[in-house]
């Protein structure tokens, strides 16, 4: 079984940072892309940050230049690094995968996280 296992959230104060991380696990050929989007209460989830395997990085406007996402393809995880954080920065973090199954590789898949929740508030 494939799965996606989030860790990293938690509370700071405006100005602070936080650095979660998705670790993907299973029976996994390869992954194409990897990227953490967003869910704040009442809004839709949006795209936060892509990476894609040769290392090619897109981000939603809001967070340019202050998150990073990177990449250990030989790990399978892929981390987020979150700066100067805003209270709008305030949501449940959800880590996606597009990925080939051991198996199947000519198949393309797309993994959830559970997500995880980060607070920003003085």
């Known amino acids: 079984q494939v799965q996606l296992v989030e860790s990293g959230g938690g509370f700071v104060q405006p100005g602070g940072s936080l650095r979660l991380s998705c670790a993907a696990s299973?029976?996994?050929?390869?992954?194409?892309?990897m990227a953490w989007y967003r869910q704040a209460p009442g809004k839709e989830r949006e795209l936060v940050a892509k990476i894609i395997s040769g290392g090619s990085a897109n981000y939603a406007d809001s967070v340019k230049g202050r998150f990073t996402i990177s990449r250990d393809n030989a790990k399978n995880t892929v981390y987020l690094q979150m700066n100067s954080l805003k209270p709008e920065d305030t949501a449940v973090y959800y880590c996606?995968?597009?990925?080939?199954?051991?198996?199947?590789?000519?198949?393309?898949?797309?993994?959830w996280g559970q997500g995880t929740l980060v607070t920003v508030s003085s």
């Open positions: 299973g029976s996994i050929f390869d992954i194409n892309a």
């Open positions: 996606n995968a597009l990925y080939k199954p051991l198996g199947n590789p000519w198949s393309l898949l797309e993994l």
